[in-house]
């Protein structure tokens, strides 16, 4: 396939390319281009004129082409999920969910298209300044130019997110696919381009961060971007994002802990667990639960639940209905989860179930008495892989939640309202999921973290207002109806 620039598919300057390969297999399904510097400041430059486009279009042509593509991820969904299963390596049963939740974001993001409402202000009730025959209002409009940086793990729902939102906002916007998994957001890219965008609104820049990224990051034409993905990138974009002013909205990883007391309903805690984080997207999920705290009463009883149901899942080619688990991005990724897993094994740790690699496949893995320095504590691990640490007293369980870097989302297990509630407002993340997984993610909530997660908002409502600006305007003398001021008669 090619990529999209300035409402044109075409290669790279360069003339070289990029293979995308199936993770289970190793074949190769398609070559993108291996866009450059050039190639990308050239969709910056069509940006910069596609903006001035967009910010005519009225809001109501935003919508119908939102809606539009909505409707026909929906009826292409079969096509899309399986060319994502293949390229991305989720079951297709996830795949599907994840091309739905891109058709309701983005029909969601059509109809905010036209409800970005502003509000009048009298300003009678400013006293001793003359104002009150002044009349104030606020308008939104478009930031201009929005970067989208796509990560590989949920790259459909999350370019949705981004683009649709950027769009639905009047902006041109400029998106960087995942170098891993490029090809289902390229078909989404001609689907947006036949529903009528003006020329350049839209473009996809295929190729690595570094060349990419980078030069859409440091960019003093681009007005705002928008990624998912590491700290690290997020920090190096910040940066040089920071030369420009650029703004910069970053949902970027977690370590999300989850909180398991004696009075939880056990079972549904280890099936919550098993759909959040071994069984959905291969362990590769920025807010699945990514460490278990259990309180010490029932540590042991939780451990051999939370084993046995993990020895029922299937591990496969994502194609095939009956898989729960399929291969990880690459086989790199694979042999880091490997390398922390061995890293808890050194310090003490007991792999229960799972722990072997084969190739990019990684086997769901419980593993109990893991050290408090392990690496699967201290970073994100991305995987398939479930520590259980007990505790004793709600306090410590807080204490040890808290006690990292990342604030993304949090979960806890409770039949105590009082003690749910506690926690909730105790624990430092961007959010707190109360008797289920914290991978739980709907698009008209808000969603973002705190510390090293990231900051902003992404929801249908908030990132619609994180891509729009906020204009006064303020119409001087324009009412008669105080009289002059000063006037006693």
Known sequence: MKMLIDSQWVSSSSGEQRQVLEPATGIVIDKVPEATVEDTKRAIQAAGEAKKRMRTLPSHKRAEILIS????????????????????????????????????????????????????????????????????????????????????????????????????????????????????????????????LPRGAHQMVTGSGRTVGQTLSESAHVDLTTVTGSVKAGIDISRRGAENLQQVHLELGGNDPCIICEDADLDQAAESII????????????????????????????????????????????VSEDTDVGPLIDEEAAKEVEQVVADAVKRGATVTVGGARDGAFFQPTVLAGVASDSEM?????????????PFETVDEAVRMANDSQYGLQSAIFTNDIN??????????????????????????????????????????????????????????????IYGNSTDKS
């Open 69 to 196: 593509v909505a409707g026909r991820m929906e009826a292409e969904c079969s096509e899309l999920a399986e060319l994502l299963a293949r390229e991305n390596g989720k079951p297709i049963r996830q795949t599907r969910e994840e091309v739905g939740a891109a058709a309701r974001i983005f029909r969601g993001f059509g109809e905010e298209a036209k409800r970005l409402f502003g509000r009048t202000s009298p300003l009678d009730n400013v006293a001793g300044a003359g104002l009150e025959n002044d009349f104030a209002m606020t308008i939104r409009e478009p930031v201009g130019v929005v970067a989208a940086i796509v990560p590989f793990n949920y790259p459909v729902e999350l370019y949705s997110h981004k683009a649709a939102a950027a769009l639905a906002g009047g902006n041109a916007a400029v998106v960087k696919p995942p170098a891993a998994c490029p090809l289902t957001l390229l078909r989404i890219g001609e689907m947006l381009e036949e529903a009528g």
């Open 275 to 318: 759909a959040g984080r071994l069984a959905r997207g291969n362990g590769q999920i920025c807010c699945a639960v990514k460490r278990v705290y259990v309180q010490s009463s029932v540590a042991e009883r939780f451990t051999e639940i939370l084993t046995e149901k993990t020895k029922r899942l299937k591990v496969g080619n994502p």
């Open 377 to 389: 504590l201290r970073e994100e691990a991305f995987g398939p892989i479930i520590p259980v640490v």
């Open 419 to 480: 003690t749910a509630m506690d926690v909730a407002y105790r624990l430092e993340a961007g959010g707190v999921i109360v008797n289920w997984s914290s991978a739980m993610r709907l698009e008209n909530l808000p969603f973002g973290g705190r510390k090293l997660s990231g900051h902003g908002r992404e929801s249908i409502h908030e990132t619609l207002l994180e891509m729009t600006e906020l204009k006064t305007i303020i119409l001087h003398g324009a009412l008669s």
